[in-house]
């Protein structure tokens, strides 16, 4: 049984890859179902804040939203929508301000709940990420991104068990989402169900379809899963979905480390050493590579260039120990021995 901590690295790669849905929503705005939906004149008005947001003008844009709402807009609806163009943009602490403000006016606004949590994310405040996700949820059962996102922040919280109910719901509403079953992967290898983790990676790879950057995506999770076993198979299999993920590009630094990993574990030696210096070409910053370098220099009696790989993991090492991130580079190692 592979040790908990042997995962860190993999959650770290899905999380940075899955979709967060964070850029555009088609949100129904909480007053609509009484109010019958926003005016012409209300649009025109929302035009204007979002230039004046380009701008950084954010006193106007408010100060014209207030006069909006004085004449006739709904309340509930016009913080809604204004906390919806500072997410778009990017402002996360003032789209969070007018989220607030519209769910005190409107609770039951599921829209709103989810991109308050996902601003809250941004913040880096995951338990209030992690209850606006929830809420979401709760309130729109039938939604497969509500459920998918609350999965997605209780895997990224490491509440495994917490996660596989929405994760299976998501996938449940919507046996195409590759992000979800991607996720649902994820978290069945983190709770120790490698065969179930591999059945939805290969899953989340054929939903995918055409999409090459899902496609290589699913395929990066599936080899990092199949290169943690000592089976030739399995090693085999692993390269074999690693170098479908170069085919597909983009360039990938995890593509070629994979791809070298499994070499080298194949007794590949000579062409593991290629892979990997690929690798730390596009990710120098990453001490994975230079790791598995030191280690097939070794074993083709290069002893110097070994030595140099190591004294640049070294250096790697103290500059993340700096940025307070040493505990990811210790992981790291771990994973390049198995």
Known sequence: MLKRRSWTLAVIVLLANLPLQTGTFQAQTPDSATAGGSSAADDEVF??????????????????????????????????????????????????????????????????????????????RPDDAESELLAAASLNPGSDLNAYLAGHQLLLDEKYEAALGYLYKAVALNPHDAAALRALGMDQARLGNYGLAEV?????????????????????DLAFLLLLSHD?????????????????????????????????KLGRTREAVDELLQAEKLNPEDGKPHFLLAQAFDRLGEEQKANGERQALVRIRQRSSGAGIAKGDALRCHQTCN
Not at 70 to 89: E, I, Q, T, V
Not at 201 to 218: C, D, F, H, L, W
């Open 232 to 264: 030739r198979a399995k090693l085999t299999e692993g390269l074999k979905y690693a170098e479908q993920a170069l085919r597909l590009g983009p360039p990938s630094a995890d593509a070629h480390y994979l791809t070298g990993k499994a070499l080298l």
């Open 47 to 124: 035009r204007s804040i979002d230039l004046l947001i380009r701008s950084r003008r954010f006193h106007d844009a408010e100060r014209l939203l207030e006069d909006r709402l004085s004449a006739s807009l709904p309340p509930a609806s016009g913080y809604f929508r204004m906390g919806k163009l500072y997410f778009d943009h990017q402002e996360w602490s003032r789209s969070v301000l007018f989220f607030q403000r519209s769910l005190r006016l409107a609770s039951q606004n599921d829209q709103a709940h989810l991109l308050l949590g996902l601003a809250w994310r941004q913040l880096k």
């Open 200 to 220: 939805y990676y290969k899953r989340a790879i054929e939903a995918a379809g055409q999409n090459a950057s899902e496609v290589s995506a699913a395929c990066i």
